[in-house]
Nanobody
Framework: QVQLVESGGGLVQPGGSLRLSCAAS????????IGWYRQAPGMEREWVAS???????KYADSPKGRFTISRDNAKNTMYLQMNSLKPEDTAVYYC?????WGQGTQVTVSS
């Protein structure tokens, strides 16, 4: 079993930045797939970004160019750097490693 714990969410003004962290209880190297997802109120959970096979990064269209996914293998942690945030980015953000999920962290973009 691997536990994932997100942190770094909060309230930010439009145009601001946040960096989400997801700390794993075990090595992330064991997973071929890690990623970030989000779920806005009344909406289905949607994919945001992922790292496949340790190197290939992919992004959904909405955050592309604004968000960056990364990982620090030594710290067993993945990150989501979010810049130029918009109100429509407001959601609970979840990290995922294979079939393991974190509990989520709230991101609210509002003036």
């Amino acid at each position: 079993q691997v536990q994932l714990v997100e942190s770094g969410g909060g309230l930010v003004q439009p145009g601001g930045s946040l960096r989400l962290s997801c700390a794993a209880s075990g090595s992330l190297l064991q997973f071929n797939y890690i990623g970030w997802y989000r779920q806005a109120p009344g909406m289905e959970r949607e994919w945001v970004a992922s790292i496949i096979s340790g190197a290939t990064t992919k992004y959904a269209d909405s955050p592309k160019g604004r968000f960056t996914i990364s990982r620090d293998n030594a710290k067993n942690t993945m990150y989501l750097q979010m810049n130029s945030l918009k109100p429509e980015d407001t959601a609970v953000y979840y990290c995922r490693a294979a079939n393991y999920w974190g509990q989520g962290t709230q991101v609210t973009v509002s003036s």
